[in-house]
């Protein structure tokens, strides 16, 4: 992420910024939790995330009016983290909110593509971008390119919420987790009861992942970030 903010073309962007207030998201459901309370407004009780239920009850009467939202991620699962955000997403994009999506395309699951395109069929706001890497340089007569060129990754994971009303929406969190149930439970989730999620164990293996990452609170950061990301 680093070398993606530093190659702007105007010096002033690499800059350092100003910022509100910094929170480091040590725990795994501190990430989560810093995600849904920049959409929803409030924090979510740590028991929404331990009945692992992605249908559970939301709250949106103090959601904020965003201008615009970016997720960018390696993965997107369609599993409980990716579900519950899938979900908060669409109302902002249904309530005017601008939202982008970047993920990349070769991870995706079938279940994954069948919730992020079901979002943006609901709603003319909600932007896709499936990133696939394209060789212009005939890969076809270099096998180890052809590989190389299929299976290149977007490692860019930046969650950032843009508001004019409210100076303190401006959110960038940034860090190692994907948008992925490996980033947030420690033990295998069961979701036999939803066919619809990704079935871990099964249909994909389970490996808990222990990263980190941080909130930014800053108008001037969450613009630059946002104003890359769509460059980008």
Same mark, same amino acid.
């Given at each position: 992420?680093?070398?993606f %903010?530093?190659?702007?073309?105007e010096?002033?962007?690499?800059?350092?910024?100003e910022?509100?207030?910094?929170?480091?998201?040590?725990?795994?459901e501190?990430?989560?939790?810093?995600?849904?309370?920049?959409?929803?407004?409030y924090?979510?009780p740590?028991?929404?995330?331990?009945?692992?239920?992605?249908?559970?009850?939301?709250?949106?009467?103090?959601?904020p009016?965003?201008?615009?939202v %970016?997720?960018?991620?390696?993965?997107?699962?369609?599993? =409980?983290?990716?579900?519950?955000?899938?979900?908060?997403?669409?109302?902002?994009a249904?309530h005017?909110?601008?939202?982008?999506?970047?993920?990349?395309?070769?991870?995706?699951?079938?279940k994954?593509?069948?919730?992020?395109?079901g979002?943006?069929?609901?709603?003319?706001? =909600?932007?896709?971008?499936?990133?696939?890497?394209?060789d212009?340089?005939?890969?076809?007569?270099?096998? =180890?390119?052809?590989?190389?060129?299929? %299976?290149?990754?977007m490692?860019?994971?930046?969650?950032?919420?843009?508001?004019?009303?409210?100076?303190?929406?401006?959110?960038?969190?940034?860090?190692g987790?994907?948008?992925?149930?490996?980033f947030?439970?420690?033990?295998?989730p069961?979701?036999?009861k939803?066919?619809?999620?990704?079935?871990?164990?099964?249909?994909?293996?389970?490996?808990?992942?222990?990263?980190?990452?941080?909130?930014?609170?800053?108008?001037?950061?969450?613009r630059?970030a946002?104003?890359?990301?769509?460059? =980008?």
């Amino acid at each position: 992420t680093s070398q993606f %903010f530093f190659k702007a073309r105007e010096p002033q962007l690499a800059c350092a910024q100003e910022a509100r207030e910094i929170e480091t998201l040590e725990t795994p459901e501190s990430g989560f939790l810093a995600k849904t309370e920049a959409l929803l407004g409030y924090r979510l009780p740590d028991s929404f995330i331990t009945n692992q239920n992605p249908y559970a009850d939301l709250d949106f009467s103090h959601a904020p009016k965003l201008d615009s939202v %970016f997720v960018s991620t390696l993965v997107y699962r369609s599993d =409980f983290y990716g579900t519950v955000l899938g979900r908060i997403l669409k109302w902002h994009a249904e309530h005017g909110t601008l939202v982008h999506v970047i993920t990349t395309q070769y991870m995706m699951f079938e279940k994954d593509k069948a919730l992020l395109h079901g979002l943006e069929q609901a709603s003319g706001n =909600f932007r896709l971008q499936e990133f696939r890497y394209l060789d212009v340089g005939n890969p076809l007569g270099k096998p =180890f390119r052809l590989i190389d060129t299929k %299976f290149r990754d977007m490692h860019i994971k930046l969650f950032v919420t843009l508001s004019r009303d409210d100076p303190s929406r401006n959110v960038v969190i940034f860090g190692g987790r994907n948008i992925h149930d490996g980033f947030l439970f420690r033990q295998r989730p069961d979701y036999s009861k939803y066919p619809q999620l990704i079935q871990y164990g099964t249909e994909d293996d389970f490996v808990h992942w222990n990263d980190f990452e941080m909130k930014v609170t800053s108008e001037s950061l969450a613009r630059t970030a946002h104003a890359h990301l769509m460059r =980008f």
